[in-house]
């Protein structure tokens, strides 16, 4: 074998490399363990992202492919969460302790779906059988702390980009959109995934933010169905706590489209890197 795949980056090297070029990895022929799935083995469900349309169609299709095992990880997480709400919430008075513990389940809900969801999705892709909840969760868990930690820096340092201007917080976003799947499945600190997001990121941030708009756009119109029902039957003075509920879980396993993109996205990009093509310039 004259060449090896740097497990950081993806990027091809020459077997005489100590290092990858690009990254600065330590280079190392031996893969991964079979049950640890990783985005650097390719099928063509996911092409090299270089344009909108190839994190758009991806997305599209491993989401309407893989629709009741996305259902089915977020359903075990969210569903206690949105019946609590249902039954508790809308019967309480709302001031900002309530608001701030809701967001804090919330966010506890994502950090516990999002690895779970890569995990289960890269399983099918390469190629194999979807693997049980328990087994999806269970390998999910040593990534929460990187991945909380990771994402709460990015939303800050982002939301201080919306605090001085809007185009510098969409700009900021779209640096660090990749940092949910580099938090799980690449080594290194919660500021290394920040860090190797901007890497990945630069040069495709324009093809990303088109992608996340029709994105955002299909979503929203699950998100106006959902709201509209719920909305009449309010105007008609119906309350019916599981269908509010239910509901709410439908906009929530929607929500993981994003979650699906980011995916398509990074391991996309790392494909442009398996032809030799670097995104670090």
């Not at 809900?109 to 969760?137: D, M």
């Not at 630069?202 to 992608?211: C, E, P, S, T, V």
């Amino acid at each position: 074998m004259t060449t090896v795949r740097c497990l950081q980056c993806g990027t091809v090297n020459l077997v005489s490399n100590e290092v990858c070029t690009p990254c600065g990895a330590e280079l190392r022929a031996t893969p991964r363990p079979d049950d640890d799935p990783s985005p650097r083995v390719y099928t063509n469900a996911i092409p090299p992202y270089t344009g909108p349309s190839d994190g758009i169609g991806p997305t599209f299709h491993l989401f309407k492919n893989n629709f009741w095992l996305i259902a089915k990880i977020v359903f075990v997480i969210v569903a206690p969460f949105e019946v609590f709400k249902a039954l508790s919430v809308r019967q309480a008075q709302i001031d900002w302790q309530l608001s701030l513990g809701l967001f804090v389940m919330q966010l506890t809900c994502n950090f516990l779906v999002v690895p779970a969801l890569f995990y289960a999705l890269l399983k099918v892709t390469q190629p194999g059988t979807a693997p049980s909840l328990n087994e999806a969760y269970r390998w999910s868990l040593s990534k929460l702390p990187k991945l909380a930690l990771a994402s709460v820096l990015s939303w800050v340092i982002t939301g201080l980009g919306f605090l001085f201007l809007i185009i510098p917080g969409i700009i900021l976003s779209l640096t660090f959109a990749l940092v949910y799947p580099i938090a799980v499945f690449e080594k290194g600190s919660a500021s290394d995934a920040l860090r190797r997001s901007a890497q990945l990121t630069r040069g495709h941030r324009w093809n990303i933010f088109l992608a996340c708009f029709v994105i955002g756009l299909l979503v929203g119109v699950v998100n106006m169905g959902t709201g509209g029902v719920l909305g009449i039957l309010i105007l008609n003075g119906i309350t019916f706590w599981p269908l509010e509920a239910a509901l709410a879980i439908v906009t929530d396993i929607f929500a993981e489209a994003f979650t699906v993109l980011s995916l398509v996205i990074y391991v996309g990009i790392l494909r442009t890197l398996e032809s030799g093509q670097s995104v670090i310039e």
